[in-house]
């Protein structure tokens, strides 16, 4: 099992719109709506900001979106703000219980 | 409140066993669908799932690390246990344990370093 792909970096200015895609295979992304995605600060633990490919938590703002289509899944991050200046992680089920993470995306907010 | 908190040796040298615990309150291990899981994540690097420990006693594991990994639960003390056998250097990472199968809640992380 090969890690999801993700983009290593992206960047914006505060207010517009990221994306961010995660590719995986026909045999995760593709064949499951369990795909997740985290939040991290420097230092801290991953926070869940997205889960069932599209559901936010409660208390995750509304600017956090996602979706998927085919192996890819993709979190759009909308009217950036300082404090989105993370590095976020994708991660889907990929059968037989076992779950895959993408290697991270670096969110700069110029 | 749901917290979880891992504990363990912050050292360990190589071929040794390491033995993490993570000890959680505010939910419970015994209520149907519930789970705890581990993911680590080596300094600068992606997080990587490594086991999980449901409800009813079922255990999954990484594939790459299955043979060398162990998870447990005691739901009378509130804690789950991780093993890895025969730990090398590229083991060294932030180990954290994980509620449910959608890693909703995480601990704060433990440091474990691995000496050659």
């Known amino acids: 099992q090969s890690a999801l792909t993700q983009p290593r970096s992206v960047s914006g200015s505060p207010g517009q719109s990221v994306a961010i895609s995660c590719t995986g295979t026909s045999s995760d992304v593709g064949s499951y709506k369990y795909v997740t995605w985290y939040q991290q600060h420097p230092g801290k633990a991953p926070k869940l900001i997205i889960f069932?490919?599209?559901e936010r938590p409660s208390g995750v703002p509304d600017r956090f979106s996602a979706s998927k289509s085919g192996n890819t899944a993709f979190l759009t991050i909308s009217g950036l703000q300082a404090e989105d200046d993370a590095d976020y992680y994708c991660?889907?089920?990929?059968?037989?219980?076992?779950?895959?993470f993408g290697g991270g995306t670096k969110v700069t907010v110029l | 409140q749901i917290t979880l908190k891992e504990s363990g040796p912050t050292l360990v040298k190589s071929t040794q066993t390491l033995t993490l615990t993570c000890t959680f309150s505010g939910f419970s291990l015994t209520n149907s669908g519930a789970g705890v899981g581990w993911i680590r994540q080596p300094p600068g690097k992606a997080l990587e799932w490594l086991a999980f420990?449901?409800?009813?006693?079922?255990?999954r594991y990484s594939p790459s690390l299955k043979n060398r990994l162990t998870i447990t639960k005691d739901t009378s003390n509130n804690q789950v246990v991780l093993t890895m056998t025969n730990i090398v250097p590229v083991d060294t990472a932030t180990y954290y344990c994980?509620?449910?199968?959608?890693?909703?809640?995480w601990g704060q992380g433990t440091l474990v370093t691995v000496s050659s």
């Open positions: 420990i449901y409800w009813d006693d079922d255990k």
């Open positions: 069932d490919v599209s």
């Open positions: 994980v509620r449910n199968n959608i890693f909703d809640y």
């Open positions: 991660c889907s089920y990929s059968g037989s219980y076992s779950w895959l």
